[in-house]
Each structure stands twice: as C-alpha cells, then as structure tokens.
C-alpha cells in the first residue's frame, strides 16, 4: 500500500463520496436543503458506490487501500446519511440499518483480520442500490405514496439483511 494509491481515480471517487456525506451532514440541515438536490445529492452519493469498484476493475487499479477504503467509507456514508436523515424515516428502518450495518462493520473486521477477501456480489449492490431508492423515496414522500414506500422500504430492508446472511455464509459457512 502506497500514497500514491491514494491517488488513483476509484479511491478518488470513494473519497469524494465521503467528503460529500460529511459536507452535507455538518453543513445543511433536513430542514434547509432542496427536496430535488437533496435527491440528487444521495442518487450521486449512491452511484458513486457501484461505480468506484467498476471503474477500478475496468482500469485494473484495484488496489490494498481500495479494497479497505471502500467498504469503510460505504459504512461511514450510510451510517452518517442515516443520522442526517433519521427525522424522515420510520422507526423500523432507521434501526434495521443501523443494526445491519453495525453488524456489517465487524464482518468486515473479521474480514480484514483474517486476510480473507470476498468478492463483491451484484446482488449485494442491487441490495445497496434498493435502500438508496428507499432513502430518496422517504426524502420525496408526500403522504400520497406513503405506503407504497414503506412497503418498498420493507422490501429493501428484508433484500438487504438476506444480502448480509449471504455474504456471512460464503465468510463462516462456506469451505
């Protein structure tokens, strides 16, 4: 691991995700931010989750620091949008996130304690992509669609705890 990993554009784009989830949560609060920019800002903040790794493979800059930094920072990001947000959110959700990803942080300890590696699984970014949606959806809601949010936002949820028993079975179960 180099400085000059730091450098390379995915670790790059990860970073600016990051920067850009402290910005938003120490500099505006729900109450004075746009609605559409507001969307905007966490649609960005969620593609640029799928689009670090493949723009690292595509490149071929995958690198040690990356593999740290990125799931380190999605932790961070999630966990301070979580925060940012929690007035928008129903009870059930703030605290499946927070407990999921609590339960993700030390996972992914284990993880990098153990040396082990584990490949990224679409399903696992489609889980990702679903709870982005349910954020922007609780964001945008205005009463109209109300349950149909909450019941995509249950959906999410659920797809994303199976995400999470599936990567703990290829971590513990799988030989």
């Not at 990860?14 to 800002?41: D, G, K």
């Amino acid at each position: 691991m180099t400085l000059k990993d730091l450098f390379l554009l995915p670790n790059l784009i990860t970073l600016s995700r990051l920067f850009v989830s402290i910005y938003l949560f120490n500099q505006y609060s729900i109450e004075n931010i746009r609605i559409p920019l507001l969307v905007t800002l966490i649609a960005v903040i969620g593609i640029s989750d799928s689009i670090d790794g493949i723009v690292a493979r595509r490149l071929n800059q995958v690198s040690k620091l990356g593999i740290i930094l990125d799931p380190v920072c999605d932790r961070i990001v999630f966990l301070l949008l979580l925060f940012w947000l929690e007035d928008i959110f129903p009870i059930w959700f703030f605290y499946g996130i927070l407990i999921r990803e609590i339960l993700v942080m030390i996972g992914s300890l284990y993880v990098l304690t153990r040396t082990k590696t584990i490949k990224v699984s679409n399903i696992g970014k489609f889980g990702t992509v679903l709870i982005f949606f349910s954020i922007c959806f609780f964001v945008i809601n205005t009463g109209n669609e109300q349950l149909f949010f909450l019941l995509f936002g249950l959906f999410s949820l659920i797809f994303y705890y199976f995400v999470a028993l599936e990567y703990f079975y290829k971590i513990f179960l799988k030989k």
